[in-house]
Structures are given as structure tokens and as C-alpha cells.
């Protein structure tokens, strides 16, 4: 028995216009926990909750760290927030790098390190990248992204920072 075979039409053919409006950029949800101290607690008492399981401590000790830990945990979700970033057009992305080339210093320790020189200034490259990214909430000014950045602890940052790097560089 032979099976026929269906042709399958060959795509339409598009112009270059409209493959340029089907272009989209990656985006990336970043959920940042403002609270810090209440991400800190979490932390310390998931570490502590292992360890006493792990220990076979008392039944009540470990119940009673797992009720704080759930009641951190419920802290630090609301102060949950999250943003929307978006991936810039490559000559956006070498431009802003351009703009923020690495220091003498990085440069110099990268050498001591034996590490490959730094493409960029990741002190003032990542919040303006960040910046270029920032679609939801957007803020109203560059002045009231920088108070913004200024405000948020080395944690936040880099979840900031590795959220832009990721949406940057992912098709």
C-alpha cells in the first residue's frame, strides 16, 4: 500500500519589512524581595530547619523552626515585587557597553588574576543596562532609577544585574 503523500505549501515568502515588524526582544520577570532582613531570616532558619533535621534534634524544636520559617516566609513574599525586563537592540547593548569601559583598576586586577580583561565597568555599566531594560515599572526619571539602585542591597543588585545579563543575551 502506498500512502500519498500531501505537499506542503512552501512558506509565504515575507519582505524584509515585515520580518522586521515580527521582530520581537526577550523579556524577563525579575521577582526582587525588598524586605532583605526578612530574605535573611529565611535563609538562616531554612539552613537551621536541615540542620535539625539532619541532627534528629528534639520534634519540637523542629516544629517550631519550621513555624518561624513559614511565617518569614509569608514576610518576605510580601514584600515581593516584581519588574519587567526587556532586551535592548544589539547596537543599544555595545553602545551602553562604549559608554562604560572597564577602569584601569579592573584592568590591572584582572592581569594579577590571570583573568581575560573586563569588556566593561560592571559598577556603572549594570545599572544602566538595567535602566535600558526596565519596562514595567518604568521609572519616571534616570534620577529615580539611580535613588532606586542606591537603595537595594548587593543581593537585589545582582538579581537585577544576572536577570539584564540573561534577557540579554538568550533569543
Given amino acids: 500500500m502506498t500512502t500519498r503523500k500531501t505537499a506542503v505549501p512552501p512558506p509565504a515568502r515575507l519582505t524584509f519589512a515585515q520580518i522586521r515588524e515580527r521582530i520581537s526582544r526577550p523579556r524577563r520577570i525579575v521577582a526582587l524581595t525588598l524586605d532583605a532582613g526578612a530574605a535573611a531570616q529565611v535563609d538562616a532558619l531554612e539552613e537551621l530547619c536541615a540542620r535539625l533535621r539532619t541532627a534528629d534534634a528534639d520534634p519540637e524544636q523542629l516544629a517550631a523552626a519550621t513555624g518561624a520559617l513559614r511565617e518569614a516566609e509569608h514576610a518576605a513574599e510580601a514584600s515581593r515585587a516584581e519588574v519587567v525586563l526587556e532586551s535592548v537592540s544589539h547596537r543599544t547593548y555595545q553602545e551602553l557597553r562604549a559608554q562604560h569601559p572597564a577602569t584601569r583598576e ?65 533569543t
Avoid at 107 to 121: C, H
Avoid at 124 to 147: G, H, K, M, Y
Fill in 106 to 170: 579592573q584592568i590591572d586586577e584582572a592581569k594579577r588574576l590571570g583573568a581575560p580583561e573586563p569588556a566593561f565597568d560592571a559598577d556603572t555599566f549594570s545599572a544602566s543596562l538595567v535602566f535600558a531594560q526596565l519596562i514595567e515599572p518604568r521609572p519616571e526619571t534616570r534620577e529615580e532609577f539611580d535613588r532606586f539602585w542606591a537603595e537595594l542591597s548587593d543581593g537585589q543588585l545582582r538579581r537585577l544585574w544576572d536577570g539584564a545579563l540573561a534577557v540579554q543575551l538568550t
